[in-house]
């Protein structure tokens, strides 16, 4: 495995994200962010390439898609030792991405607050579980962090050597299928209070 060049930023949980990407930027991995993430991001130093940047296509429909286009997904899900992949992604001029960094919209948090059924449908994250389950899908490759208590290993892992083992990108894309599964039960649970 190479080294992580390039990481996608995008959190709803906030905490501690200031630091742990400045201590990517310091180890010479580029940062791609979007929205609030990205504003965040800025405003406490740190270099950010923006995904409509990367892209070439800006947010749209209020934000709801954003990280839904080939040059995200194509980036995460190609096999890095599979000649055909990398043809295809460099004749597409897609970047690769290494690392992602994503928690889901608090569902939870806002049906307790609000409990109407539009604002909750509006919760509903679509692109960071997209983001997470590409991933997961492909930890051989990517290292995906969905809960801050891991920057700490990501970050001790890269500073050795470079990457993450395999053995933590296995342990991080299965706390991925947790989450995912859990978010996704929560939503049919939800959604199963009303009667249209």
């Known amino acids: ?88 992604i460099k004749e597409q001029g897609i970047k690769p991405i290494d ?15 609000k409990g109407d059924l539009d604002t909750a449908i509006e919760n509903i994250d679509i692109g960071g579980p997209t983001l ?5 899908k492909n930890f051989k490759y990517v290292t995906v962090v969905v809960d801050p208590a891991d920057y700490p290993l990501v970050l001790s892992e890269i500073k050795a050597q ?8 296995f342990y991080l894309a299965k706390k991925v299928f947790k989450l995912t599964s859990e978010y996704d039960r929560m939503i049919f649970e939800y959604l199963s209070t009303f009667e249209l």
């Open 1 to 88: 495995m190479g080294r992580i060049e390039r990481a996608l930023i995008s959190v709803t949980d906030k905490s501690g994200i200031v630091d742990f990407a400045k201590e990517l930027e310091a180890l010479g991995i580029e940062i791609v962010s979007t929205g609030g993430t990205a504003r965040i991001l800025r405003e406490g130093g740190v270099k950010v390439v923006d995904v409509s940047e990367l892209t070439g296509f800006p947010e749209i429909l209020g934000g709801r898609v954003k990280t839904l286009h080939p040059k995200i997904h194509g980036g995460l899900l190609f096999k890095r030792d599979d000649e055909e992949h990398v043809k295809t």
């Open 99 to 113: 690392l992602v960094v994503v928690n889901l919209y608090a569902f939870d948090k806002v049906v307790k607050e």
């Open 132 to 136: 997470l389950r590409a991933s997961a």
């Open 162 to 169: 470079g990457n993450t083992t395999l053995k933590t990108r």
